[in-house]
């Protein structure tokens, strides 16, 4: 047997001169590239005025606060939870349900396959990005002010926000369609509407399906944070009994957040599923 073969390491540097003779620049990037992002950590903490000593002194107040949960306890309010907490399941599914509807034919605009031009496709995209870009927090604070407090503001708030949301989801999806079918349907003599209508609609309408069923759930927790501020639901509860103290009645209403949600996961999964089918694992 003949020993292991000498390695020429001049001739392997000749041979891959990018990997042995890489510039200062390219090597000292990224420890440059560490240090800047160390250096932005530490001047955040010190202009937001982090500081360990109170964050550790806080624990004992919180430790404390949990015990006072326990048991959660709904008192006389049991009741009153139950509806708030149908107007917040009714708020996100509403909410949702119209912004898909209103975000559908807007995300056809936006779609590359079905808007060619630039200068028509354009402006959609950056209107729904506009819309996207505020939170629904910040919607559900403008629109309590224009339709007053209660769930109708809530539901304006969730239907505009996921309205941008959904036109960006829902064109991504009829980009990536498979435009052979649409090709076929043209080729038989059918319209422009008949493209999208029997080529491009059967493919993506599973996938926006599927998710609408997961804005829904997400929605559900979103729907809680805007009741706070005054658009209805358990979130308006929530805030209330927080703000006497009344912490038992609090972890009540947080549990009761929780079983909802996973209730909502639990369903929407099966829908899901029934809708796009159970894929196989290899």
Do not use: C
Not at 87 to 97: D, N, P, V, Y
Not at 104 to 116: G, H, K, Q
Request: aromatic share 8%; proline share 6%; net charge positive.
């Amino acid at each position: 047997m003949t020993g292991p073969q000498q390695v020429d390491a001049r001739e392997i540097r000749a041979r891959y001169p990018d990997v042995f003779d890489r510039p200062a620049s390219a090597r000292l990037a990224m420890p440059a590239m560490i240090v800047a992002a160390f250096a932005i950590l530490v001047y955040g903490l010190v202009d937001l005025d982090f500081s360990p000593s109170r964050f550790f002194a806080g624990l004992s107040q919180l430790g404390w606060i949990s015990l006072m949960m326990i048991p959660p306890d709904p008192g006389s309010s049991l009741p009153i939870y139950l509806k708030a907490l149908g107007e917040t399941l009714s708020i996100a599914l509403l909410g949702t349900t119209v912004a898909a509807l209103l975000a559908l034919p807007v995300s056809l605009l936006a779609a590359r396959n079905v808007v060619p031009s630039k200068i028509l496709r354009f402006p959609v995209r950056r209107f729904l990005d506009s819309i996207r870009g505020i939170d629904t927090l910040i919607w559900a604070l403008v629109w309590i002010n224009v339709v007053g407090l209660g769930p109708f503001a809530g539901v304006l708030a969730i239907a505009v926000s996921d309205f941008g949301a959904f036109g960006k989801l829902f064109s991504e999806a009829i980009e990536g369609a498979d435009q052979k079918q649409v090709e076929g349907i043209r080729a038989a003599g059918g319209s422009p509407l008949h493209e999208i209508r029997f080529g491009l609609l059967p493919q993506v309408l599973p996938v926006i399906a599927g998710q609408v069923l997961y804005f829904i759930e997400s929605n559900t927790r979103s729907a809680t944070i805007i009741g706070i501020v005054g658009a209805g639901g358990i979130g308006l509860q929530l805030a209330e009994q927080i703000r006497v103290l009344e912490w038992q009645k609090v972890s009540f209403l947080i549990l009761m957040i929780l079983v909802a949600v996973a209730a909502i996961d639990f369903i929407s999964g099966k829908l899901r599923f029934a809708i796009i089918g159970r894929r196989a694992v290899a």
